[in-house]
């Protein structure tokens, strides 16, 4: 009787446990919203919503203050980042699972893992003191005289190379997230039955066949997962982008332009943010990233839960 | 379980601890640019004293607001706040360090000191207005340099800082269209040119791209070795950042007790003044005069006795005359 006492004590006190620490997730996110919210009640009530996320104005000496370009910079970075990413962690983890050598496999693997484990600043500086006179330098006149002359995609080309733009930031957000992105995308590709590729083999499929028909199809759900993850990392990272991205508040229009994104400018101007409207306008900024961030990870949520309903069935 | 207990005693005497050593600490948050110098005499400070100084530099912005909100002992600020503002929250203010700001250029053929530029040049430089090195007016300037024909890139701050509320105040003081188009403070809406992160974001992109121009802290300049410009001042003489024409510039800055020291050091009088400089400011609560007499006994030790290590550091100390105005205010609003 003592002894399961002692046991239910314990069992309910375990529940108990993980119940509060699962319910104070909810309540942070909550309680980070309605922070949020509060720190830009001046701000909303200032400059409106539809009117704040249009304007393209960033002038903290007039005071006056709008998100377009500083969303428009964290899309064009987040989606040139995945362009950049997703092609290659894939390729990465196809490699790493079905076309390398054994005696491969693990040190390419930890290489990816370790990739993952550098903090962001050191990519900025990295990218500040190496990407970017590169850039400046090779990348971006090499580009201009080629894709730069075409009828086009000669706009996005345009402008001075100084290697301090849109594209630097873009192929340092796609190195830091390929890690998540290969990582994720191997260890389903693993999941592979090996019967059923064992199974194409004898069929007399080709290693490429195999990767396209069997490996692909069957892990889809999994590397979709390990994109969204990027999106989310791509979407809220914020040291290595502000040393290359220039804090520009103009909406870009071409790659070698300077432009900002949200949490790069909460980043480069929260410590020195004097006059309150000011400080209201970041947290406003803060406030529309979260609910953007929300909203990617929302779709991205709803198209695997449908995936793997069709899936399923 | 005793393990646990013992672990939790342990915890909460140690916490103990440390709020008994509190008393004899003393608490400032702010700026960003002094804070090695204040860390410096703090050093010193404690050796003497016992006094510990924990400093948090947050930036100017979260200094002021945790004063206001009397959450440190002293806030500190590279910007000046008004006296309207400072009675409104009941706070006093006085310069601790003097910082300068410093024009440096990546031009090939110039070295340090050789090209010489007047506040208008800078002005219409950053408007961009001027927009080759062999414009007209820079060359009048320079007959004997030879300046390439091409394009100026101007490189600014990206980040809000107080580096930059000393340039843009300068320009606007200078420069009627600056002051209408785009005006002063920690964060501009720049007209031309890149933004680098910090000191070492602008120091950077100077240096690697030829032909550009951007502004940072002197320290910044002489301990990179960087080609810094001579800048006619207020009394139309060219002079080079150094500590005399930074002294200089404090010494006949009109720095005025009964606006609380609020001046910007821009375009000072002196033939051999530096035309941008500013002080670095500390914020008091006028209601807390325990915190107060511990703050000015630090501050006021560092004057008497920090000078060296401040010029170690390529700070500018405050000159005499000036410590002596502020001691007068100290005692004037019943501390010290």
Known sequence: ?313 | MKKAAALVLAVLMSTLAVTVHAEETLNGAGATFPAPVYSAWAYEYNKVTGTKLNYQSIGSGGGIRQITERTVDFGASDAPLASEKLAKDNLLQFPAVIGGVVLVVNVPGIKAGELKLDSDAVCKIYLGEIKTWNDAKIKSMNPKASLPASDITVVHRSDGSGTTAIFTDYLSGICPAWKEKVGSGTAVSWPAGIGGKGNEGVANYVKQQSNSIGYVEFAYAKQNNMAYTLLKNAAGIFVAPSFASFEDAAATGDFDPKKDFYLWLNNAKGKKSWPIAGATFILLAKDKKDSNMKTVKFYDWAFKNGANKAKELIYVPLPKSLQDKIRTYWKANGIL
């Open chain 1, 1 to 313: 009787m003592a002894t399961s006492n002692k046991k239910n004590v314990l069992d309910l006190s375990f529940s108990l446990i993980t119940a509060v620490a699962s319910l104070s997730i909810i309540f942070i996110i909550v309680g980070i919203f309605w922070i949020l919210v509060r720190e830009s009640a001046p701000a909303i009530h200032k400059f409106g919503f539809i009117d704040f996320l249009i304007s393209t104005e960033w002038n903290p000496v007039k005071e006056l203050f709008g998100a377009a370009a500083n969303i428009s910079g964290t899309f064009m970075t987040t989606a040139l980042a995945l362009l950049f990413a997703v092609p290659t962690a894939i390729g990465i983890a196809i490699f790493v699972t079905e076309v390398a050598p054994n005696f491969l496999k693990g040190p390419v693997g930890i290489a990816i893992e370790l990739l993952a484990a550098i903090p962001s600043i050191i990519y900025g500086m990295w990218g500040l003191f190496t990407l970017a006179p590169i850039m400046s330098r090779h990348i971006e006149p090499f580009l201009q005289k080629t894709l730069g002359k075409l009828p086009v995609l000669e706009v996005l080309f345009r402008g001075t190379p100084l290697g301090i733009d849109i594209l630097t930031a873009s192929v340092i957000l796609a190195i830091m997230i390929i890690p998540f992105t290969a990582s994720i995308a191997r260890d389903s590709f693993n999941l592979t039955p090996a019967v059923v590729k064992e199974s194409a083999y004898a069929l007399g499929a080709t290693q490429w066949e195999v990767v396209k028909n069997i490996v692909l199809p069957y892990s889809k759900l999994g590397v979709f997962g390990g994109i969204v993850l990027s999106l989310g990392r791509a979407l809220g990272e914020t040291m290595a982008v502000a040393f290359v991205l220039g804090n520009n508040h103009k909406i870009a229009t071409s790659f070698l332009d300077a432009a900002a994104t949200i949490t790069v400018t909460l980043a480069n101007e929260f410590t020195e943010a004097d006059s309150d409207i000011y400080l209201s306008s970041l947290y406003y900024l803060a406030l529309v990233l979260f609910v953007m961030s929300f909203i990617a990870l929302a779709i991205a949520k709803l198209m695997l839960i449908r995936a793997e309903r069709k899936y399923s069935r």
